[in-house]
Nanobody, 122 residues
Framework: QVQVVESGGGLVQAGGSLRLSCTVS????????MGWFRQAPGKERERVAC???????TYSDSVKGRFTISRDNAKSSLYLQMSSLKPEDTAMYYC????????????????WGQGTQVTVSS
């Protein structure tokens, strides 16, 4: 049984930083592309960043230069370092796994966590 568990969310002031973590069990982590998604109330879920393998990552334009995705295959873990946070970054953040590739659409990801809330105050 695959389990995906996010942590690290919270309340932070604009301009601050947070680091999200995601731990995965029940699959061969090295074979999976791992993505971070977010969903704000009333909006569609959007892909924030994805890492197909160590050193190969992609970001949405809205977070490029502010967020950094990383992974530790030995720990089956994924991270998202978020800096220079803005109120518009407020959302539920989800970790998702997809075999090999990093598609943009959330529908193509196989496994999801329950999410961790990030709230950025102005």
């Amino acid at each position: 049984q695959v389990q995906v568990v996010e942590s690290g969310g919270g309340l932070v002031q604009a301009g601050g930083s947070l680091r999200l973590s995601c731990t995965v069990s029940g699959l061969s982590f090295d074979d999976y592309a791992m993505g971070w998604f977010r969903q704000a109330p009333g909006k569609e879920r959007e892909r924030v960043a994805c890492m197909r393998k160590i050193g190969v990552s992609t970001y949405s334009d809205s977070v490029k230069g502010r967020f950094t995705i990383s992974r530790d295959n030995a720990k089956s873990s994924l991270y998202l370092q978020m800096s220079s946070l803005k109120p518009e970054d407020t959302a539920m953040y989800y970790c998702a796994a997809r075999y090999l590739r990093c598609p943009v659409s959330s529908e193509e990801y196989n496994y999801w966590g329950q999410g961790t809330q990030v709230t950025v105050s102005s």
